[in-house]
């Protein structure tokens, strides 16, 4: 039988054969309690030497962009903006990028003993899914940094880069306002996290400085997800309700698809009876029938800061608080599916 060369070494510490540290190891119950301390004592230092010693050997120039590839593919508009910045950003440090399927990630997380792919990197971007606790704890035991990109639990705490949400979310009501209307509905997405809870917070907290009364008949805030199919149901909702609004911001493009679809079917015009602000600005909303106004994230930059953020994290953590955070700014479009009402407020 061959023997792995870590139990000949942890039998040699511990001063014990290769049969007892199998026997601890695999929680067997033939071995006093002194000894099982000791061999488990000795087998945590050679786990932590051998880890160091694949961080030094194993690990490169290299950074991992993680996303959730079978559900957001990488030529979709938002996935390749990201990886544009942060390849060219990566290339500026002298880095490589590879991609990342978060199904790896979960692996590791459930059998962590069998991979050890995530250690080959000098850190990750993290796109999607939704970053989540278990993520932070799994990657800050390996020592790995991260930096997320939007996608961020609300309540973690993990280095963070983010579009502007709270004051587009004022931008738009004020455009809104000034095109005219006072009765503003809004579609929502995930409570959870932090760039919906951002729009969302955005919208109440700015209708109500302009003096705006919120009727809860024209707001959808309570998505589970945010795909196509959740928001087609939302605006069966919102339509279904005794009054529709003049104008209703829909947080993200997927939520605007559904809306749109669904006044279609009612045979309820978009701009002449209701307009529509979005956020997103990917090439769909060019192509939409009326044109979408909507908030254009600056996806290139947005991967260049969260590089820059990641590098800082990796060459001088002793300047980086625990969980940085950095806003970028978004832009409205403006095209045609927003109409003046002849009455202003």
Known sequence: MRVRPGLKVIAERAG???????????????????????????????????????????????????????????DSSYVGGLLTGVHAAASGHSYSVALVDSDLIEREIRWPSRHHTIREFSGLIWSMPVF???????????EVPVVVINNLRQ?????????????????????????????IGYVGGVRELANFADRTRGYYQHMKEYGLDVDPDWVIDDLSQSERSHSIQAAH??????????????????????????????????????????????????????????FRQHLDR????????????IHHPEHVSDAPHRIEPMTLIVRDSVRALEERA
Not at 44 to 53: F, G, K, P, Y
Not at 132 to 142: G, I, P
Not at 302 to 313: C, I, K, P, R
């Open 16 to 74: 014990v054969s290769v049969a007892t540290v199998s026997r601890v190891l695999n929680d067997r119950p033939e071995v006093n309690q002194a000894t099982r301390e000791r061999v488990l004592k000795h087998a945590a230092d050679v786990e932590h030497e051998t880890h160091q010693n694949r961080q030094s050997t194993t690990r490169t120039l290299k950074i991992g962009f993680v996303n959730d590839y079978r559900r957001y593919r990488l």
């Open 302 to 313: 947005t991967g260049e800061h969260a590089v820059d953020l990641l590098m800082s994290l």
């Open 132 to 142: 989540e606790d278990r993520h932070r704890v799994f990657l800050s035991e390996r």
């Open 237 to 294: 909702r919102l339509i279904g309700r005794r009054n529709l609004p003049t104008a209703i911001i829909c947080a993200a493009e997927t939520i605007t698809l559904g809306v749109y679809q669904v006044l279609a079917e009612r045979g309820i015009r978009v701009p002449e009876d209701v307009s529509i602000l979005g956020y997103d600005d990917t090439p769909v909303s060019e192509n939409l029938s009326p044109r979408l106004t909507t």
């Open 155 to 183: 309540g973690v705490h993990a280095p963070f880069v983010e579009s502007d949400n709270l004051t587009a979310a004022r931008q738009g009501v004020e455009y809104l306002v000034g095109m005219g209307h006072v009765r």
